[in-house]
């Protein structure tokens, strides 16, 4: 261990503004050639098929950018096609029933909405694409549904020639389909840019329309009232009950859950980069992003959020360890589906011991050992040449990491808290 003993807060926030914070430049220049193509892109898919030109009229941003959680690079964009059925939504015969599935996922059952659509005039000219959708027990199908997106999207790409101008400047397109999103790379080697677009369909439900057995948090916003299916394939069931379970989103009910918790997201994006240089590559984003959805819920209280990062940053690292160590994230809308029940034991258990080896280190103040957990090699070498990282050398700091974390602002949970993990660190 290091002899000289710093506030770790004051190291985060460096790291953070050097290693993980979104460069303005980066961010115009992604967000400039990723709207054009999207645009052009969407527009030739229309010109493909006359039922998405008329029903695919709604996108929604989506993923870690929207959210503001995305680390060091914008090297990808997610965004969600929403693709509207021609029939009522309605619970009943009538419209579309939603049966439970495994937690999580849940099945759409439609009857003779369905099997009228052949009586419409519209049907040669645009419904005729969805007969295929369901299967003999009229559930529709994601897999059937995926596959005529596919085909949409490479249709559009083969009439772009793959592709596509921006403010004059050429880009070489390239599709692949992974899980319910078709990824558009988009690319110009000469000016080493490279951009990945998750295109993913979904289907919106609203309220009072709500999913049996899922949290329902009332949020006083209109966004925050569509809640989504998506076709991702569920990998733990058969091939027949895969294609029949379309996953449940609720990302816009998430996004106001986390809104205005002033270091929630710095703390988050911290977390994930810890994930990516301790090589935790089972853990997805999303797994972590729920381990604060719990952790607000738990805590309740918008002023914790206002503590310094080195005070929640040691929180959370617990949370995330005592997760791994009992092999268990529950879906925050849901806990009977454990987000990682399905990674087995024995990467779990080298997870955990991994995370409990950052916990010592933190609870000792051991700054230099706890870069290591943050940077890459060539990182690290950058960062201790740094003039931030000399001139701190030289400044002795009496206190440890637990008496750094007393401010005026702290709420009585927040205080809790720590003394709950400090006990619980000094048994590790």
Excluded at 215 to 243: H, S, T
Aim: charged fraction near 30%.
């Amino acid at each position: 261990m290091s002899g000289k003993r710093k506030h770790i807060e004051m190291y985060l926030g460096e790291i953070f503004k050097e290693f993980i914070a979104l460069k303005d430049e980066d961010l115009k220049k992604s967000q400039e050639v990723f709207n054009s193509v999207f645009v052009q892109v969407k527009q030739k898919m229309e010109e493909q098929c006359n039922y998405f030109s008329k029903y695919a009229k709604q996108v929604l941003y989506a993923g870690s950018v929207y959210d503001g959680i995305k680390v060091s690079k914008l090297d990808e964009f997610d965004m969600n096609i929403v693709i509207r059925l021609p029939i009522s939504y309605e619970d009943g015969e009538e419209g579309i029933l939603l049966e439970n599935a495994q937690p999580g996922f849940v099945k759409m059952k439609i009857g003779s909405p369905f099997d009228n659509l052949d009586k419409q005039k519209d049907w040669e000219n645009c419904h005729k694409v969805t007969r295929d959708w369901r299967d003999s027990g009229k559930y529709l199908l994601q897999n059937k549904f995926r596959q005529w997106l596919h085909s949409i999207i490479q249709k559009a790409l083969n009439a772009m020639n793959n592709e596509v101008t921006v403010n004059g400047v050429k880009y070489e397109l390239k599709y692949k389909s992974s899980g319910p999103a078709f990824t558009l790379n988009i690319e110009n080697k000469i000016l080493s840019f490279c951009l990945d677009v998750d295109l993913v369909p979904a289907i919106r439900f609203m309220l009072p329309r709500w999913p049996k057995g899922y949290r329902n948090i009332y949020i006083d916003d209109d966004k925050a009232k569509d809640w989504l299916v998506v076709p991702k394939p569920n990998k733990a069931l058969n091939a027949k009950e895969q294609n029949q379970c379309w996953r449940l989103s609720f990302q816009e009910q998430e996004r106001k859950v986390m809104k205005d918790l002033k270091q929630l997201k710095v703390v988050i994006r911290l977390v994930k980069k810890l994930r990516d240089v301790l090589s935790l590559k089972y853990i997805a984003s999303y797994y972590i992003k729920t381990l604060f959805l719990w952790q607000i819920q738990k805590i309740n209280d918008n002023k914790y959020w206002e503590n310094n990062i080195g005070l929640i940053f040691k929180d959370m690292i617990y949370e995330f360890y005592k997760a791994v160590d009992n092999k268990r994230i529950p879906y925050f809308w849901n806990e009977q589906n454990n987000l990682i029940g399905a990674i087995k034991p024995t990467v779990l258990k080298v997870y955990a011991d991994k995370l409990r080896d950052v916990l010592k280190c933190i609870n000792a103040n051991d700054l230099d050992k706890i870069l290591e957990y943050l940077l890459t090699v060539d990182e690290l070498e950058t960062f201790k040449k740094s003039d931030f990282y000399i001139r701190l050398q030289a400044i002795p700091v009496k206190h440890s990491m637990d008496s750094t974390d007393s401010q005026s602002s702290q709420s009585k949970k927040s205080d809790n808290s720590k003394v709950h993990v400090s006990k619980v660190l000094s048994k590790l």
